[in-house]
Each structure stands twice: as structure tokens, then as C-alpha cells.
């Protein structure tokens, strides 16, 4: 395993590893190999949880999201322009609708 440093921008270095399965060089690297061997993530057949959601889950997810940007009762924070508001309104609308046609396809 090789440890490799890349110099930043604004001054610094970043340290990165080199996989020791294909050499390329990564940021992590991952024990959960079947033969015990680290790896990166393409070589250990890595996933992220958001490539095994549904077209559903999906639109529940970005709904969920684009709540968390408003207040707890659905309102419009203190520092937000109206248009963003208005914008945020839109998506929400559509991921709704959105949702609600892909669960009546999928009945």
C-alpha cells in the first residue's frame, strides 16, 4: 500500500492512497473484500445505497430534501428570497405529483 501527496492550490499537500489492487489512487480505502485484501472501491464491487432505490424511493428522497429546506411547518426561513421559496414550491409540487403517479403505476 503507497501513500502519495499532491500539492493543493492554496498551499498544503493532500495525502492519498494508492490501491494495491489496481494502483489507482484514491482518497479511502476499504477492508470488505471476500479474500481479505484492501481495495477502492470499484475493486472491492462497492455501492452506494441511492444506486439500489427505486424510481420511488428516489422522488421520496428529493421531496424529503427539498423540505428540509424550509421551516418545520412548510414556511419560508427568515434568510430566503421569495423567488427561491417560490422555486422550492414548484419542485416540491412536481415530486409529489411525481410520486403519487408512480405509486398509482406501480398498484
Not at 24 to 45: N, P
Request: hydrophobic share 35%; aromatic share 12%; net charge positive.
Amino acid at each position: 500500500m503507497w501513500i502519495e501527496r499532491t500539492p493543493c492550490y492554496y498551499g498544503g499537500s493532500r495525502v492519498w492512497f494508492r490501491c494495491p489492487r489496481c494502483e489507482h489512487r484514491c482518497a479511502v480505502l476499504y477492508g470488505l473484500a471476500s479474500d481479505g485484501r484492501f481495495g477502492c472501491r470499484q475493486c472491492t464491487r462497492l455501492g452506494y445505497a441511492s444506486e439500489a432505490e427505486s424510481r420511488i424511493d428516489r422522488m421520496n428522497r428529493k421531496s424529503h430534501k427539498l423540505e428540509a429546506m424550509l421551516t418545520e411547518d412548510g414556511q419560508k426561513p427568515k434568510w430566503m428570497r421569495w423567488k427561491t421559496f417560490d422555486g422550492i414550491c414548484e419542485q416540491l409540487e412536481a415530486a409529489d405529483s411525481a410520486w403519487g403517479i408512480l405509486v398509482l403505476a406501480r398498484l
